[in-house]
């Protein structure tokens, strides 16, 4: 459900492919990356909050923001805004 909302806030996604066409569209994960970027980063940060328990969050993003040298704003705000992917915090933590 919330994936699905998402699609329409974002303007992309399967669902909305499938209204467009009206054919049935099915993804795997890497061809939803490729094909709607925005929708992917976005549906992957809200995956990264609900497995994250609200403590681990910031220490994740303090944690990048420090090795990369910047500041937790700047770090939360290139998320958010999407110049930069959520999942170069997970690809990050885990090196």
């Known amino acids: ?13 399967p669902c909305i492919d499938a209204h467009h066409t009206g054919q049935r569209v099915m993804a795997t994960e890497p061809v939803i990356a490729q094909r709607w970027p ?5 549906l ?3 995956v990264i909050n609900v497995a ?3 403590a681990d969050a910031p220490a ?6 420090f090795s990369a040298d910047r500041t937790l704003d700047d770090t939360a705000h290139d998320i958010v805004s999407g110049a930069m992917s959520p999942y170069r915090l997970t ?3 885990n090196a």
């Open 1 to 13: 459900m919330i994936a699905e909302r998402l699609q329409f806030t974002v303007a992309q996604g």
């Open 38 to 42: 925005i929708f992917h980063d976005r």
């Open 44 to 46: 992957i940060m809200g």
């Open 52 to 54: 994250l328990s609200l």
């Open 60 to 65: 994740i993003l303090r944690a990048h923001a």
């Open 91 to 93: 690809q990050d933590s």
